[in-house]
């Protein structure tokens, strides 16, 4: 006898190498604007913690909006014998959680147990910018395929995108009308995240005025591209909540493109759950330094060496590479360096506890907004 709940309203599974939590913290505040929703708590995404959830959907709950992981060979088939999605988001397939599989073809194939195991007539939204989505088989899936991105081919495309008072303005044709947005956190990544849940919110009847309400109030985690601005005109963007390559080469960009100070370092942390990627991993940050105006590059653990050889063998001035494997010195010669008009970017795997640095930062200088 199966004990999979179907449901008959809008039920969301997301999923995806990053991008997961975000993506279903904006999907849940847009459709809040119109629908009373049951939304996953935090990050908490195992199938343990689906079970945990299931038990609080109620009759009163007009939409569900789950983010579930999938980081584990048949997750997906466990995941979805819990609740069926309807609706189903493959945010990106990359190397997080890499220690569990062997190649990226496995990663793919654990990503697409969302497409195999949802409702078989539902929406599946993918990544049009992603490398490793292209590689997502979806022959067999009879249900409707929506694809969102910058790329020209994507079904709900952002263009025009800026950077604005601690946000990303873009625009979205909805209906066949160019409309403004506005997603109140950083970075291009991120817009693409927002544009999966304006695409569910728009196929589930919410109007652009709802659309940029919902967009109003989204507020994410601590550690996930947070920006504070500090006495001094001092800038610390701490996205220190979790990391693989591609999130922290998109963490740099912000640094490097979106805040605007005269200085700018980076503090760069070991990547974990990456397995047999580790190595290639860190260096793919490594090499991705040379194309980014910073001052500074301060790397912390072992991992964090190949990012640092890698820098230098492509040519970035050694001179501005600092290893460190003693967390407190570390913290004082950042403040030693933090100066005024600085901008200060801090990325790494929880595991590797960039939240001692930030509370430590937080408490040395003060918040001006």
């Not at 847009?30 to 913690?49: E, G, M």
């Not at 009163?60 to 980081?71: F, R, S």
Request: charged share 25%; hydrophobic share 35%.
């Amino acid at each position: 006898m199966s004990t999979t709940l179907y449901l008959d309203v809008p039920t969301i599974g997301i999923t995806g190498s990053f991008g997961k939590t975000t993506t279903k913290e904006i999907t849940a505040a847009l459709l809040s604007v119109k629908y009373d929703i049951f939304k996953s708590k935090r990050n908490y995404n195992t199938v343990r913690s689906t079970r945990r959830h299931v038990k609080k959907i109620t009759d009163e709950h007009e939409a569900v909006v789950m983010e579930m992981t999938m980081g584990n060979k048949e997750t997906g088939k466990n995941q979805c014998t819990l609740i069926q999605p309807n609706i189903g988001v493959i945010t990106s397939v990359g190397h997080a959680h890499f220690e569990n599989f062997t190649s990226i073809h496995e990663t793919v194939l654990s990503k697409s147990e969302m497409m195999k195991y949802m409702k078989p007539d539902g929406t599946l939204y993918l990544n049009d910018d992603d490398e490793y989505s292209q590689l997502i088989n979806t022959k067999y899936f009879t249900g409707n395929i929506i694809k969102c991105g910058i790329t020209e081919s994507a079904d709900y495309r952002a263009t025009d995108i800026k950077f604005n008072n601690g946000g990303m303005e873009f625009h979205v044709k909805l209906n066949g009308v160019d409309e403004y947005m506005f997603l109140p956190i950083l970075g291009e990544h991120n817009v693409v995240n927002a544009l999966f849940g304006i695409a569910i919110a728009d196929k589930l009847g919410l109007t652009p005025n709802e659309i940029r309400q919902g967009l109003s109030t989204v507020k994410v985690q601590r550690g996930r591209l947070t920006l504070d601005e500090l006495e001094g005109k001092r800038s610390l963007l701490d996205d220190s909540g979790n990391a693989n390559p591609a999130a922290m080469i998109a963490g740099l960009k912000v640094l490097n493109t979106y805040l605007d100070s005269p200085k700018k370092i980076a503090l760069l942390g070991d990547m974990a759950e990456l397995g047999s990627y580790t190595r290639e991993g860190h260096e793919k940050v490594g090499k991705a330094l040379i194309d980014l105006d910073l001052d500074k590059v301060y790397l912390y653990g072992e991992s964090s060496r190949y990012i640092m050889q890698k820098a230098k063998d492509t040519g970035f001035d050694e001179d501005r590479l600092f290893h460190y494997t003693d967390m407190d010195a570390l913290i004082e010669e950042l403040i030693t360096n933090f100066e005024e008009n600085t901008a200060l970017m801090l990325k790494a795997s929880k595991s590797t506890n960039f939240k001692k640095v930030v509370k430590r930062l937080l408490a040395e200088y003060e918040r001006v907004k």
